[in-house]
């Protein structure tokens, strides 16, 4: 089986802090930040045991095609992807708000739905709606980003009272947002898809306003296929997704939901295995490209020497 990066420990010149996150190590300087994708996965918020093979690189790779793709609409803080598993761009102040975008009644806004809820984030949603039937146009509904335990759910009308974005700001961000989505949703028509909710994090470099993180991949977006998406909807059937539903589905039929006292299900080699396959297949659907293995081998001496060339320039 190939080597996967669990997690990484460089120390390079310059550097002011890091930041280990669920599944990327973040490294710090004055200007800039390194992002690599390691191959760590989470679901129900807990990092599974085992890294799976190509995961970083598919999802680093996913976001760096959709940043370049959208980067014509909205700046972004890219500078550099010099290695398939790093990300470098510019060290941005984040806003304490996630843009979260709904094409339809989907995941939380069908759950908030079905326990009797017509209003979420404070934007009403319209009576005699079925699970995953689209809005009759896409809903913004934010999350405060919390430090630590989960984001929750916040109206625009609290963000502005609360003085956590700027009315200004916050003007940019909705325009901003629906753009992307726009056309992330022609993008995914092109390929047979359907991208039904993701979510978008910004932050300020100067006084500009930057589209940070990942966008448009597997670990933050739903997408369905756009064939049989009516006929399934007609007869009240699941949606056939594409996102990384699968892996919580294996840990539910396995008894974890990550609750207290319930045990990670024994990850085999066979099952690593399976789980880097559909990852691989997820970037193959929604680019339309054959995916390139990077060379495993020795794969942290290959990120550390990419790193340490675009830090010499």
């Known amino acids: 089986m190939s080597n996967a990066i669990k997690e990484t420990h460089f ?10 996150g669920k599944v990327r190590d973040v490294y710090m300087f004055e200007q800039e930040l390194v992002v690599v994708a390691s191959d760590r996965i989470s679901a129900f918020d807990v990092v599974l045991p085992r890294p799976i093979p190509y995961k970083g690189q598919v999802l680093n790779q996913i976001a760096a095609k959709f940043l370049e793709a ?10 550099s992807t010099p290695d398939p598993n790093v990300t470098i761009g510019k060290r941005c102040e984040p806003f304490k708000v996630e843009m979260v975008i709904r094409g339809y009644m989907s995941g939380h806004a069908a ?12 934007v009403p949603m ?30 625009k009308e609290d963000i502005l009272a609360k003085g956590i974005v700027s009315p200004e700001d916050y003007a940019i961000l909705e325009k901003y947002t629906r753009a992307l989505f726009q056309r992330g949703q022609e993008m ?4 047979g898809l359907i991208l039904v ?19 448009h991949t597997p670990d933050s977006s739903r997408y369905f296929y756009a064939e049989g998406y009516e006929e399934n909807q007609e007869k009240g059937l699941p949606q056939k997704q594409l996102s990384k539903e699968f892996v919580r589905q294996w840990l539910i039929s396995n008894g974890f939901q990550g609750k207290e006292g319930q045990v990670v299900p024994e990850m085999t ?3 690593v295995e399976s789980i880097s396959d559909r990852y691989i297949e997820l970037f193959e659907k929604i680019t339309g490209e054959s995916f390139k293995k990077a060379e495993t081998e020795q794969i942290e001496k290959r990120i550390e ?4 060339a675009h830090l010499s320039k």
């Open 126 to 155: 319209p009576e005699g709606m079925r699970e995953n039937d689209p809005f009759p146009e896409p809903i913004i509904t934010p999350t405060t980003k919390a430090d630590e335990g989960h984001d929750e759910d916040i109206s």
């Open 188 to 191: 995914a028509a092109d390929k």
């Open 305 to 308: 020497a990419a790193i340490l």
């Open 70 to 79: 959208t980067s014509d609409l909205v700046p972004n803080w890219v500078t």
């Open 269 to 271: 080699d066979e099952i």
């Open 11 to 20: 120390q390079f010149p310059g550097q002011v802090g890091f930041y280990k």
């Open 111 to 122: 759950r908030e739905y079905k326990a009797g809820k017509r209003m979420i984030c404070g």
């Open 197 to 215: 909710d993701t979510k978008y994090e910004f932050g300020k470099y100067g006084d500009k306003i930057l589209l940070i993180d990942e966008i």
